[in-house]
């Protein structure tokens, strides 16, 4: 978006906008991850204040449906866009108003409603739940079930977790905090499920020079989802593979009672989420085909006595997916984290929004914030206020693996097209493309291939 663009003070054009089920359905259902993009709808929200002022405020059925699909995707990036101080003392006033009315009995205007939650979650309202008992057009309604209704069934879910091993270790305790304030990612819809995939067919295709092992599992597949987070790749995995049954761990239980709520009655039987520290998982007494940790093992205290614990639950031939950090495709990124630091940022929402702007500003020298985890409040807190992050170098990768009865199978990367190129690339120079000593090469040359974090699989000896 390029061009001024249509207010909704601004008659001339916002109806348009405002009608368009498509353009309203981006807002539902996807974090906008574009500047431009943001900083219109910024704009946007705060015009929006306006139209929820007075007595009696008033919207037409378009224009609240509208704004409504903004409160949501305001609620999907958790409230990550800029506030003005004037905005601020506005909201305040008209929170007091609506929590006011709701004491009362009085009526709210459901784009009083709308707008309040363009700014924060409904559920910090006095009386929120009395907004479920009222009626509303059916865009605010879906607001009130997304901010009020949904966090009320996470937090009765929330109980009846299991929790499989204690948190003993001091680095997982503060981990657990950060995810519990702010659990990773927010997500709105899992992709379509692909036809049932077998594990020995995906590495083959994937991976089809690398000498490997198969499992000669084709209708089970007993899978580990270490360091779920809010479980969307757990959910996708689990309606990937034939016959998947998996147990999908974290440490924080927001995130779990998330993944929870959110699982579709179809997997209901084929997943299960529990509470545990990766630290003490080798004492659970089961073990599996698959494990996956992505993002997760760089953020504890001993991530290698991490991954050690999750080899012990490695059936023999079973294939395990990891994400690490990389020191080298971190580099920008440590340089925003000294600049958090040096400024005293606190990593609550009001201390990321102002970090953000900050970043914005100085654009023209940090390319990640292209990175698609700029754009929602738990992502940007995970990628640049994290209270605990290691970073790992190919040749760490490689000694570990060697030393702990694993072989490499092969790296994975953003895209298929990426994939194929540095495949190509090695096959052109005739390297092997299990050569962890090439690859490091490969990675000082091209410091960017690895979009900061190493994406790999590796196979129980
Ligand atoms: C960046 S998120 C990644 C979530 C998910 N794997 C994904 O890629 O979408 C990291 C997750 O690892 C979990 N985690 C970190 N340390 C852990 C530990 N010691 N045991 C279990 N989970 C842990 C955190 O609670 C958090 O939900």
């Not at 299960?272 to 997760?296: C, H, K, L, P, T």
Request: proline fraction near 6%.
């Amino acid at each position: 978006m390029t061009s001024p663009a249509p207010r909704p003070n601004a008659p001339q054009g916002i109806a348009e906008i405002a009608a368009d089920p498509y353009f309203r359905a981006v807002l539902e259902n996807t974090v906008v991850r574009d500047w431009a993009f943001e900083r219109w709808l910024t704009t946007v929200r705060g015009d929006f204040i306006d139209l929820a002022q007075g007595d009696e405020p008033r919207a037409g059925g378009d224009v609240t449906a509208f704004g409504a699909a903004l409160a949501r995707q305001c609620w999907i990036n958790e409230y990550v866009f800029a506030e003005s101080a004037p905005e601020r003392a506005a909201i305040d006033q008209l929170k007091r108003r609506v929590a006011d009315a709701l004491a009362s009995g009085a009526p709210v205007a459901p784009i009083a409603v709308a707008v309040l939650a363009m700014y924060e979650p409904l559920g910090a309202l006095d009386g929120a739940d009395k907004l479920t008992q009222r009626q509303w057009p059916s865009a605010v309604e879906e607001v009130v079930t997304q901010q009020v209704r949904e966090p009320a069934e996470e937090a009765a879910l929330r109980a009846a977790l299991p929790r499989l091993t204690p948190i003993a270790d001091g680095v997982s305790e503060q981990v657990r905090a950060q995810y519990e304030e702010n659990p990773y990612p927010r997500w709105v819809r899992l992709s379509a499920p692909p036809p049932p995939m077998v594990l020995d067919d995906l590495i083959r295709h994937q991976f089809p020079t690398t000498p490997f092992r198969p499992l000669g599992k084709r209708d089970t597949h007993d899978i580990l989802v270490a360091g779920c987070g809010t479980g969307r790749i757990a959910l996708e995995i689990t309606q990937s593979f034939a016959g998947a049954r998996t147990l999908a761990i974290d440490l924080s239980l927001a995130s779990l009672s998330a993944a929870k709520r959110k699982t579709p009655v179809a997997l209901k039987d084929k997943i299960e989420f529990a509470q545990a520290d990766i630290m003490s998982i080798g004492s659970i007494g089961r073990d599996f085909d698959y494990i996956n940790a992505g993002g997760v093992l760089h953020h504890m205290g001993d991530p290698l006595a991490g991954w050690r614990e999750l080899i012990k639950l490695m059936r023999p031939n079973a294939l395990m997916q990891i994400g690490l950090y990389s020191a080298h495709a971190r580099e920008e990124i440590n340089e925003a984290r000294k600049l958090v630091a040096a400024r005293g940022y606190p990593a609550t929402a009001d201390g990321i929004r102002q970090a953000r702007q900050d970043l914005f500003a100085r654009r023209q020298h940090f390319n990640f914030m292209t990175l698609r985890d700029f754009f929602t409040t738990s992502e940007v807190r995970d990628l640049i206020f994290h209270v605990h992050e290691q970073q790992f170098t190919i040749p760490e990768i490689r000694d570990f693996i060697d030393g702990n009865g694993l072989s490499f199978i092969g790296f994975e990367f953003a895209n298929q097209a990426l994939h194929q190129q540095h495949r190509a690339e090695f096959q052109r120079r005739g390297w092997s493309l299990t050569d962890l000593a090439r690859w490091d090469a490969y990675e000082r040359d091209n410091p960017d291939i690895f979009a900061n974090m190493y994406v790999f699989w590796v196979q129980k000896r």
